[in-house]
């Protein structure tokens, strides 16, 4: 009953109007899993064939975006698993499917196909055989530009005379030659005046009567731009011909941001934003910028309580920004020896670095240096200036950008 079904259904296909559309032509290559109870010559010790390379061609017709039918061609080359008939047996066949193809506008359109067709094995010895079979199958295209497309697909195969059941995938191209009819523009249409019958001549009277008078024909306003509606209406009078207009004859704008379907390359846009002339958004840029200041008592590594407000804007700024890294650098005052020095610095630093983790931020996106007495801010030579380098400081800014809007 299915292989009736699908019979019926190419003949429905091929009976279908042919108008304008696009002719394809597909080179394929893949591999056929042959049945394992494939018997080619009706022996048991011969069952079986090995898994092949098979190349096909595709000839297709498409008369609408979805529907579509194709002729194909292949060969493959298999050998016997148990050789009586020689070691090599050639295989060929030419089939005749329907195809129906999902959001054909997209760049991944996802297709199906149901047909069938006639196959026949060829051995080294033996004679030649033949067997009809139906097949259904699918697969994606990938649309790198409106004329040429890469293909993937798999097809399953029914002999029904043998129950014969074979897998087949296949990768390769479309090719696409033609364009599908585009809808006719709207023609100008003239309204006929109303016939006016002759009276007949009156017969002969003393005085003849006046003619009754007759009504003028109306007048017909053109539509220049042939978008549908007349001049005297049309407020946008040179619209290109093909465009969709509204009932004011102007091009018509889903998203209301001043740029015609037409023309809009960004056809979704929110209300209220700033476009382009393509009718895309217009970007600002802000900049975030995040600086850290901790001090120090002499001699320690331990973080006042008055830091946490600190601490809580860097890590602030480090979770909107979740890309940023941060280093985190350390510093003494020249009390002490250098390498004490350096010491206390890399601790401070690694204090701070465990307070930010402590707030969430990932330790991969911290780095703690510490730098000794190197790089004062202040003189050490007072007390004042020795508190001030007695510090950990980090710094970072991040660029982000956001759609504009109008005021």
Not at 278 to 292: A, E, F, I, N, P
């Amino acid at each position: 009953m299915r292989y009736a079904l699908s019979a019926g259904l190419l003949c429905g296909l091929m009976a279908a109007p042919v108008i304008a559309g696009e002719v394809t032509i597909s080179p394929l290559l893949g591999e056929h899993d042959f049945s394992s109870s494939t018997e080619p010559y009706q022996t048991p010790a011969v069952k079986g064939l090995h898994r092949a390379r098979q190349e096909t061609l595709g000839l297709g017709y498409r008369w609408t975006p979805h529907w579509g039918l194709e002729l194909d061609f292949g060969r493959a080359t298999t050998h016997l698993k148990a050789p009586l008939y020689g070691e090599q047996l050639r295989y060929k066949h030419v089939d005749l499917n329907a195809m129906y193809r999902f959001n054909p506008d997209g760049l991944v359109q996802p297709f199906l196909l149901l047909g069938g067709g006639r196959s026949m094995y060829d051995a080294d010895q033996g004679l030649p055989f033949m067997h009809e079979y139906a097949q259904a199958g699918g697969g994606l295209m990938w649309n790198l530009t409106p004329h040429f497309a890469l293909r993937s697909e798999v097809r399953y195969l029914d002999e029904p005379s043998t129950h014969w059941r074979d897998l087949v995938g296949l990768l390769g191209a479309e090719f696409r030659i033609g364009e599908f009819a585009a809808a006719p523009a709207p023609e100008d249409t003239a309204v006929a005046a109303p016939a006016v019958e002759a009276a007949p001549a009156p017969e002969a009277v003393p005085a003849p009567e006046a003619a009754a008078p007759t009504e003028p024909a109306a007048a017909v306003v053109a539509d220049d731009d042939h978008d549908g509606v007349p001049n005297d209406q049309d407020r946008c009078p040179d619209t290109p011909a093909g465009v969709k207009v509204d009932a004011h004859g102007c091009p018509l704008d889903s998203d209301h941001d001043g740029v015609p379907d037409y023309k809009d390359q960004c056809p979704d846009t929110k209300p209220g934003a700033v476009v382009d002339a393509r009718g895309c958004y217009v970007m600002s840029t802000h900049m975030d910028k995040m600086r850290l200041d901790i001090n120090f008592e002499t001699g320690k590594a331990v973080i006042h309580g008055d830091a946490s407000a600190e601490l809580r804007k860097v890590a602030d700024f480090m979770q909107r920004n979740p890309s940023i890294r941060v280093s985190i650098d350390g510093y003494t005052d020249n009390v002490g020896s250098a390498r004490a020095n350096l010491l206390l610095s890399q601790r401070r630093a690694e204090a701070v670095r465990r307070s930010l983790m402590l707030l969430g931020i990932e330790g991969s996106r911290l780095k703690a240096v510490g730098h000794g007495e190197a790089d004062p801010v202040a003189s050490n030579a007072t007390a004042a200036g020795r508190a001030q380098n007695r510090r950990v400081e980090a710094s970072g800014y991040a660029e982000s950008s956001s759609i504009r809007m109008k005021h």
